[in-house]
């Protein structure tokens, strides 16, 4: 997509859209990891350090970690990892340089990813249900 053109012509329209395209992606993968962020500091006592930190809490949530299950099943973080990596292309190039064939590809992609991002998340979430019920009904147990 490396053209220029003017804001009505067609070519500048299809860059417009798969500009579009690319947010909804980056977007996609950003709420993915506000979940993510919102598990490790509750539950695993905080974020990764580094500067490829934003990988490291992908690995995370497809490992057991300190008592809790894995949050996602490895074939879903790996999955994701092709979302990770581009939304940290599309926050570090100008529009008109993003492959509207990773895009197109990527979007292909998403449905399942979707569904198997819901499915690990409800799994994760009756497991944290179940927690909870074995908690509040320990006898040692004794709410804040």
Same mark, same amino acid.
């Given at each position: !997509?490396?053209?220029?053109?003017?804001?009505?012509?067609?070519? /500048? @329209?299809?860059?417009?859209?798969? @500009?579009?395209?690319?947010?909804?992606?980056?977007?996609?993968?950003? =709420?993915? +990891?506000?979940?993510?962020?919102?598990? /490790?500091?509750? !539950?695993? =006592?905080?974020?990764?350090? =580094? /500067?490829?930190?934003?990988?490291?809490?992908?690995?995370?949530?497809?490992? @057991?970690?300190?008592?809790?299950? /894995? *949050?996602?099943?490895?074939?879903?973080?790996?999955?994701?990892?092709?979302?990770? =990596?581009?939304? &940290? *292309?599309?926050?570090? *190039?100008?529009?008109?340089?993003?492959?509207?064939?990773?895009?197109?590809?990527? $979007?292909?992609?998403?449905p399942d990813v979707w569904r198997a991002l819901e &499915?690990?998340?409800? &799994?994760?979430?009756?497991?944290?249900?179940? $927690?909870?019920?074995?908690? +509040?009904?320990?006898?040692?147990?004794?709410?804040?």
């Amino acid at each position: !997509m490396a053209t220029s053109s003017s804001p009505t012509t067609p070519n /500048a @329209e299809l860059e417009l859209f798969y @500009e579009s395209l690319a947010l909804k992606l980056h977007n996609f993968y950003t =709420g993915c +990891e506000r979940i993510f962020r919102l598990i /490790a500091m509750e !539950m695993n =006592g905080g974020l990764p350090a =580094g /500067a490829d930190w934003h990988k490291h809490l992908l690995d995370r949530m497809s490992d @057991e970690r300190q008592g809790r299950p /894995a *949050v996602l099943s490895a074939s879903t973080a790996s999955a994701l990892q092709e979302f990770l =990596g581009f939304r &940290q *292309v599309v926050r570090s *190039v100008y529009g008109y340089e993003l492959d509207p064939e990773r895009i197109a590809l990527l $979007l292909s992609h998403y449905p399942d990813v979707w569904r198997a991002l819901e &499915q690990d998340l409800r &799994q994760f979430g009756a497991w944290l249900r179940a $927690l909870a019920d074995q908690l +509040e009904t320990s006898p040692d147990w004794d709410p804040p």
